[in-house]
């Protein structure tokens, strides 16, 4: 676990969102610089007035990150204006398998795909070689608790994060020793549109406030998993521990199965 200097210019995905906004406001002080990416232009607009009120510098992108090939672009050249010196890869959706249990549509399950994981990689793919240029910068990748153990009602979902949290180990491995850190963010439930959409108990519900908070407090230590809350944290994973056959039986005893 290496430190260094805090991060002075921030990149968020998905800044428009509960966790994203909540991330810019803790970042947003004098000699920062945040570079918000989101789909919604008027939030996105929202956020940069109350960013720069508390004084930092902000760049917008308006982009739908299902967009590759313009995701890379803008990411490549903001990497030659700007020294990025921390990169959230935040941007995600959700999907279920509906109140009935029907299923989850195809096309959402590749939408999810394209944005959870595709753009994710995209991102890392197109912000790594100015960071392994001057050997520095730190890239934290916003999996989920759901990535321990596949949750019934949201199967595509826990498959998408179980790949962002597989990813994020493999690069810590392989770029740790270049200097570049990573580090893999594991929320359990935290307030924002998207957990208000899913199904299911929420347990230990945090605040965007609180989750940004912690995160921020993570990646200044560089954990190389971030992941809260506690409690939540040790069932899940305890779930992965199980033999799947018992871990399925729990789940449906907690009302987790839809
Ligand atoms: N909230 C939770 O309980 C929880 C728990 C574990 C992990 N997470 C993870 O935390 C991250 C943030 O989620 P959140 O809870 O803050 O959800 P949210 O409020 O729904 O925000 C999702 C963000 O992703 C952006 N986004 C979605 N699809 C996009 C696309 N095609 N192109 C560009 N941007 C897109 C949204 O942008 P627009 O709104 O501008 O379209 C929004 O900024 C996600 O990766 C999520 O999986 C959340």
């Not at 200097?5 to 800044?15: C, D, E, Q, S, V």
């Not at 200097?179 to 199904?199: A, H, K, L, W």
């Amino acid at each position: 676990m290496s430190k260094s200097n805090p991060p002075r210019t921030i990149l968020i995905t998905g800044a428009t969102g509960g966790i994203g906004g909540a991330l810019a406001k803790v970042y947003a002080e004098p000699g920062n610089t945040l570079i918000l990416q989101g789909r919604n232009a008027a939030r996105l607009a929202e956020l940069t007035a109350l960013c720069e009120t508390q004084g930092a510098r902000v760049l917008t992108q308006v982009l739908d990150v299902c967009k590759l090939d313009e995701l890379s672009g803008w990411l490549k050249e903001i990497c030659q204006l700007e020294k990025v010196d921390l990169v959230i890869v935040n941007a995600g959706v959700n999907t279920n398998i509906g109140p009935e249990g029907k299923g989850e549509r195809w096309e959402d399950v590749q939408n999810l795909i394209q944005v959870n994981v595709l753009a994710a990689m995209a991102t890392v793919d197109a912000v790594l070689p100015s960071m392994r240029s001057c050997g520095d910068g730190q890239i934290a990748l916003v999996s989920s608790l759901a990535a321990y153990f596949g949750l019934a009602v949201t199967p595509s979902y826990c498959a998408s994060k179980a790949a962002i949290k597989a990813y994020g180990e493999a690069l810590q491995g392989w770029l740790g020793p270049e200097g570049i850190r990573i580090n893999v963010v594991m929320p359990g439930y935290v307030e924002s549109q998207m957990c208000t959409d899913m199904p299911g108990p929420k347990p230990f519900l945090w605040s965007a406030e609180k989750a940004a908070r912690y995160i921020k407090c993570g990646l200044a230590r560089n954990q190389s998993r971030i992941s809260f809350p506690f409690p939540l944290n040790l069932g899940t994973w305890f779930l992965a521990v199980l033999h799947p056959w018992i871990s399925v039986r729990i789940l449906r005893l907690l009302n987790y199965s839809g």
